[in-house]
């Protein structure tokens, strides 16, 4: 389903709603649900790349968004995160990171732990200089092509979810309903697609 049909399809949902927008502005909501929103709830819906970002002296916690300056490009950070030569141990699990690392212990050096808390990454130890950090990351899509997209779940999903912000805008909340239901609908088949395409991925088994 190419872009202008998607375009079509929200329009459509949206009613009286979008009445007033251009096709530019019916075009970002789209584009704002496909590069942002899907991805959110959708992991295979993300894309995976590599950022590198630098630590600063002292400073051992660091926001995803503004301190890395990687707002609007990195979902989640992923392993193996390295420091050259070695590769860090990155968690999201508070007990076990807190029960290696003391929280009050604020210990310079090399650092080589991190704890993935929200948006935050906490590094320990304290970094004590200047280090460049190599993460492997979840990311945000760049925008939908003009082609549109293959898969009709997904497209329709991008249209049910515009027509969702365009009528909540509006307060048109009964046709805000409507279309956030549709959106919920293709948001579950896309995940169930996920999910019944991480089963059929062969597993590597360990001896």
Same mark, same amino acid.
């Given at each position: 389903?190419?872009?202008?049909?998607?375009?079509?399809?929200?329009?459509?949902?949206?009613?009286?709603?979008?009445?007033?927008?251009?096709?530019?502005?019916?075009?970002?909501?789209?584009?704002?649900?496909?590069?942002?929103?899907?991805?959110?709830?959708?992991?295979?819906?993300?894309?995976?790349?590599?950022?590198?970002?630098?630590?600063?002296?002292?400073?051992?916690?660091?926001?995803?968004?503004?301190?890395?300056?990687?707002?609007?490009?990195?979902?989640?950070?992923?392993?193996?995160?390295?420091?050259?030569?070695?590769?860090?141990?990155?968690?999201?699990?508070?007990?076990?990171?807190?029960?290696?690392?003391?929280?009050?212990?604020?210990?310079?050096?090399?650092?080589?732990?991190?704890?993935?808390?929200?948006? /935050?990454?906490? *590094?320990?130890?304290? =970094?004590? &200089?200047?280090?460049?950090?190599?993460?492997? !990351?979840?990311?945000?899509? +760049?925008?939908?092509? /003009?082609?549109? *997209?293959?898969?009709? =779940?997904? &497209?329709?999903?991008?249209?049910?979810?515009? !027509?969702?912000?365009?009528? +909540?805008?509006?307060?048109?909340?009964?046709?805000?309903?409507?279309?956030?239901?549709?959106?919920?609908?293709?948001?579950?088949?896309?995940?169930?697609?996920?999910?019944?395409?991480?089963?059929?991925?062969?597993?590597?088994?360990?001896?």
């Amino acid at each position: 389903m190419d872009l202008d049909t998607i375009v079509t399809r929200t329009r459509r949902m949206a009613g009286d709603a979008s009445s007033g927008l251009d096709v530019d502005e019916i075009k970002g909501h789209i584009q704002r649900v496909y590069r942002f929103e899907i991805p959110d709830q959708v992991s295979d819906c993300a894309r995976r790349g590599t950022v590198t970002w630098s630590t600063v002296a002292s400073q051992a916690e660091y926001d995803l968004d503004t301190h890395t300056g990687l707002k609007g490009v990195v979902i989640a950070p992923r392993r193996p995160v390295r420091l050259d030569p070695i590769e860090m141990w990155l968690t999201t699990d508070e007990d076990r990171f807190w029960a290696t690392w003391e929280e009050t212990d604020l210990t310079e050096g090399s650092p080589t732990d991190i704890l993935h808390r929200g948006r /935050t990454l906490v *590094l320990r130890p304290v =970094p004590d &200089a200047v280090y460049s950090i190599l993460m492997p !990351a979840s990311m945000y899509r +760049a925008a939908m092509p /003009t082609a549109g *997209l293959e898969y009709e =779940p997904e &497209a329709l999903a991008c249209a049910a979810g515009a !027509a969702m912000q365009i009528a +909540a805008d509006l307060g048109e909340h009964a046709v805000a309903a409507d279309a956030g239901s549709m959106y919920e609908a293709r948001i579950l088949e896309l995940k169930t697609r996920s999910a019944s395409a991480s089963r059929s991925r062969p597993q590597l088994r360990s001896f």
